[in-house]
């Protein structure tokens, strides 16, 4: 089984930490088999699984209902869940409270929360309270507003030296890990050789200790193109209308179910 001790001891690996998001019973056993190293239960189920337009609407509520189906399923892997848009943004009390409810309610390892410097003490709050953080940096989607969209990070002089700082900020305060997401593959490069644990890149480019995606992005599990950094292994999506659409014409053409497929 994985544990926070041993995925962070995979800093600067020669095997990099494979990690993949994963929001109910079913993706999480795809992820199992497979062999992830951690199972992330991410904010981004806001969109993919409930379909929000960001991730701000997802609440506490959600997070866990998800989590809780991934823990009942989860064997081996490290379970990672969210903390959702102001779940941590009111101050440290009600972050570890919120955080808590993950521990008890769906058993994960760590929490994420997306941030530099100013989360310095929250991050801190929750590692008082025994409870391991993951680092965000870079493009954070609960960022969206500020961002003023969904776009790469950090590509002044300026920004990238910001992003270095918070990166070791949050790490000399105690983060296990590190994802960063939509930023040049130069800067990523840059913050892996700045911080001592391991970072974790989604559309971050090849020079970091791990990779993430989104399990619904790179199986194709929903209409439509995907961001440049991602690859697709799959089309379920496809592959399901296929396969609905035969059953359909069964169904309308009355061949279906057969005598086999009915009982005595
Ligand atoms: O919400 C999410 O799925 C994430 C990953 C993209 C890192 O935060």
Known sequence: MMTVPAFRARKGSPQPLVVLTA????????AEAAGVDALLVGDSLGMVELGYESTLPVTMDDMVHHTKAVGRRRREALLIADMPWLSYHLG??????????FVREAGVDAVKIE????????????LDAEIPVMGHLGLT??????????????????????????????????VFSIVLEGIPSTLSGRVTASVAVPTIGIGAGPDCDGQ?????????????GAPKFVRRYADLHATATDAIRRWADDVRGKT???????YG
């Open 115 to 126: 941030g530099g410097a100013k989360r310095l003490e929250v991050i801190r709050a929750l």
């Open 212 to 224: 993430v995606l989104v399990i619904h992005d790179m199986l194709g599990m929903l209409p439509g």
């Open 141 to 174: 989607p609960q960022s969206v507003l500020k961002m003023g969209g969904y776009k790469v990070q950090a590509r002044t002089a300026d920004a990238a030296a910001a992003l270095i700082d918070d990166a070791i900020a949050i790490a000399e305060a105690g």
């Open 256 to 262: 279906f179910p057969s005598s086999d497929e009915s």
């Open 23 to 30: 929001c109910d019973a079913m993706t999480t056993a795809a």
């Open 92 to 101: 440290a009390k009600a972050a570890v409270e919120n955080a808590a409810r």
